[in-house]
């Protein structure tokens, strides 16, 4: 595990040396990745864009996990429906194993998807209602071309073991239903490995889940991450679990990847002033929270419609500079190895 | 536990069960607790173990199918579950103790401005014109922070932290004596989660209010909670002060419950509670939480009373 993570920041460090040079070497890479949604005004006129994700460029390893934390609206469910190939990007690209997704054939895209799994928010919302969980299962891989049913039956159950759904025969022919909150986001989890993926999206997979669920929840899908060697781009706006998780974390505000840094890093060093109002935001349990009030930034997240110039976060920032800030977006500092922030304060 | 004079509500043996196909769904089974004047008090547990419907017992917002509903209820020293349905909606329902529910700010009626809504309240309660009702409902728009502007728009111009907002003004607006909230944060971002509990401090230290707090993030309970208590399968398990519960749980449920949140500034592996509750249909004899619990031994067989420690009360057999 040591070895593993020593390995990673090596193959990290590389990369950033090569960043301009070739983006060879990641699983997944997302160059300058816009998705900006056209507003129309009478069925033909043009009102502007919603602009959900504005440039946003990261590399992904195998076997790496990483999170991306943002408020609701801040573009981060649009960045991973282009990273599905849900959403064609409207600029930039979603590089997998050095093909773009954007310019995939039916067929690819279908292999594209195969290897990349999804885990959804909602457990029951995601689950079909009248299908049992053995049906549930085999559907990827029909729709895949496993046409032996043997070999479906003894992939569904290997699958089942793995994210402990046992004993296997009782649930196979159960409905979502009658499983309990914990139990369908197993069987979500099993449906997205079930074509043994390289990559595992999973976008808020214990919001829904009861607190004392989620480690659980949580603990497996690191323990499959480990077992199957997964890349898992985790996106949450939970703070407090991403330390367990992953080991870089990207914040994300109004489209754009304002921090990424290591884990480590940031919650020893977080930079730019919206981490640190996220990290302030974050309770622990401690009695001694009720007699102090939180400091939060005032106001709310821009619109993605118009949104401000300059920094993004200027208008709630209690460390604006005036005249720099309004004006000219901040560029990427590099603070320490890894640890990038989009903000003048360290220019 | 009978200083019933000084308590602002004071619950001996609730119970609240359902009828259902199934059987009888034991939801609020034998509660019993104090709540002292301007005290917030927590409620955690797992989904599933009664604590909405212990919010609902005490409002008497009941279903169709109760089956069993008793106990005894006193608000400020006053019995209220002797009182008829009618007396009981003049003049406790809202007018002394009201209710954030779940979801509150997906409930808001979209086509009703959110002042007017926030005034009717007051219109109904205490008989209030329109023009002073809202006059009220600006002054509690100050309160939530809340800018006066949007006391004309609709629920939909809004986000989803000021509609949250509204909500808790709407509960403030007739002055009651106690306010239920039940998980008034789950669904909103930190930031937002943040801005929400400053409100209910504020709210906590300006108005003469009690506090119901019903959740299951024990996190972010710890930012309102003068005490606690956590609830397992229909009964309250654990009641404490809330300083001596978050460094010291007493129950092992309680103790297992704190070691399952991840913490953002301890370096802390939390762990996850082994099994699941028991159904409410089917409850164990003897100690509810004895299969999922490791320290179990003869004397679990058998139900615990709440025993009292130093000021804390705690229903497990380890602490007699």
């Known amino acids: 595990m040591l070895a593993n993570s020593e390995m990673e920041k090596n193959q990290e460090v590389l990369s950033v040396d090569s960043k301009k040079i070739a983006r060879n070497g990641a699983l997944l890479s997302v160059q300058e990745l816009r998705i900006w949604f056209e507003l129309r005004r009478w069925g033909f006129g043009h009102a502007g864009y919603v602009k959900a994700v504005d440039g946003v460029t990261f590399d992904l390893h195998e076997k790496e996990a990483i999170a991306i934390v943002g408020e609701s609206g801040c573009g981060k469910s649009s960045l991973m429906r282009a990273i599905l190939g849900l959403h064609m990007p409207t600029k930039g690209d979603v590089v997998f194993q050095g093909k773009k997704v954007s310019q995939l054939s039916g067929r690819e895209l279908r292999a594209y998807r195969s290897n990349v799994g999804y885990v959804q928010q909602d457990p029951y919302g995601a689950l079909a209602p009248f299908m049992d969980v053995s049906r549930i299962l085999s559907e990827p891989l029909i729709v895949n071309g496993v046409k032996s049913k043997v070999e479906r039956e003894q992939r569904i159950r290997k699958v089942m073991e793995e994210v402990k759904l046992f004993p296997v025969d009782d649930f196979l022919r159960k409905y979502p239903h009658m499983l309990s909150g914990g139990q369908q986001q197993r069987v979500v989890i099993a ?25 659980e929840i949580l603990k497996l899908l690191r323990n499959l991450q480990e077992i199957h060697n997964l890349a898992v781009i985790y996106i949450t706006h939970d703070l407090s679990t991403v330390r367990y998780f992953s080991e870089r974390i990207f914040v994300m505000y109004a489209g ?32 001694k929270n009720a007699e102090t009030f939180k400091e939060v930034p005032p106001g709310e997240p821009p619109s993605l419609i118009t949104p401000p110039p300059g920094c993004r976060f200027h208008p ?18 590099e603070l320490e190895p890894q640890h990038f922030t989009k903000c003048w304060l360290y220019k | 536990m009978n200083n019933n004079n000084h308590s602002l509500l004071h619950i001996e043996d609730l119970v609240l069960h359902f009828r259902t196909q199934k ?34 017992a005490i409002l008497r917002l009941l279903p169709r199918n109760v089956g069993t509903y008793s106990g005894k209820v006193y608000l400020d020293g006053v019995e209220i579950m002797g009182m ?75 986000s989803g932290g000021m509609r949250q907002r509204v909500a808790i003004a709407m509960s403030l607006v007739t002055a009651p004596r106690l306010i239920i909230l039940d998980e008034p944060t ?19 230290h300006e108005l003469e209010v009690g ?40 129950h092992p449920y309680s103790q297992m419950l704190m070691a399952s949140v991840p913490r953002l500034r301890e370096d802390k592996e939390p762990e996850f509670i082994t099994g699941q509750p028991p159904s409410l249909l089917d409850l164990p004899t003897g100690c509810r939480f004895a299969s999922r619990c490791p320290y179990r031994f003869e004397k679990c067989d058998q139900d615990p009373p709440l025993f009292k420690k130093d000021k804390r009360f705690v229903k497990c057999w380890l602490h007699s």
Not at chain 1, 256 to 278: G, I, Q, W
Not at chain 2, 36 to 50: P, T
Not at chain 2, 119 to 140: C, F, Q, T
Not at chain 2, 217 to 240: F, H, K, W
Request: charged share 25%; hydrophobic share 45%; net charge negative.
């Open chain 1, 256 to 287: 754009k990847l304002v921090e990424t840094a290591l884990v480590s890093d940031m919650l020893k060093n977080p930079l730019h002033p919206y981490t640190h109002a996220l990290l302030a935001g974050t309770s622990d349990p401690d009695a």
């Open chain 2, 23 to 56: 059987g009888l769904v034991q939801a609020v089974d034998g509660v019993s607790f104090d709540l002292g004047q301007k005290e917030a008090m927590v409620v955690l547990g797992e989904s599933g173990c009664g604590k909405t419907s212990l919010a609902k």
């Open chain 1, 191 to 215: 449906r997205s490995l079930v074509l043994e993926p390289k990559l595992i999206v999973a976008d808020e997979p214990v919001s829904m889940l009861d607190a004392s669920v989620r480690v």
């Open chain 2, 186 to 204: 789950s669904a909103l971002d930190v930031l937002t989660q943040a801005n929400i509990f400053n409100v209910l401090k504020r709210i906590k």
């Open chain 2, 84 to 158: 008829g349905d009618e007396e009981f909606r003049k003049n406790v329902r809202w007018a002394k103790i009201s209710m954030v529910p779940q979801a509150a700010m997906n409930s808001l009626n979209p086509v009703l401005k959110v002042g007017e809504q926030v005034a009717e309240p007051l219109m109904v309660h205490a008989g209030m014109r329109k023009e002073s009702a809202i006059n009220e409902a600006k002054r509690m728009f100050q309160h939530v922070g809340v800018p006066l502007n949007f006391i004309n728009r609709y629920a939909f111009e809004l």
């Open chain 1, 316 to 333: 709630r920032c209690p460390h604006f500079i005036e005249g720099l800030c309004e004006v000219e977006e901040p560029p990427d500092f």
């Open chain 2, 211 to 250: 506090f119901i707090l019903i959740t299951h993030d024990i996190a972010t309970s710890s930012e309102l909670a003068d005490s606690v208590a956590v609830m397992y399968a229909g009964q309250i398990v654990e009641r404490s002060d809330a300083h001596r519960f978050f460094t010291a749980p007493l």
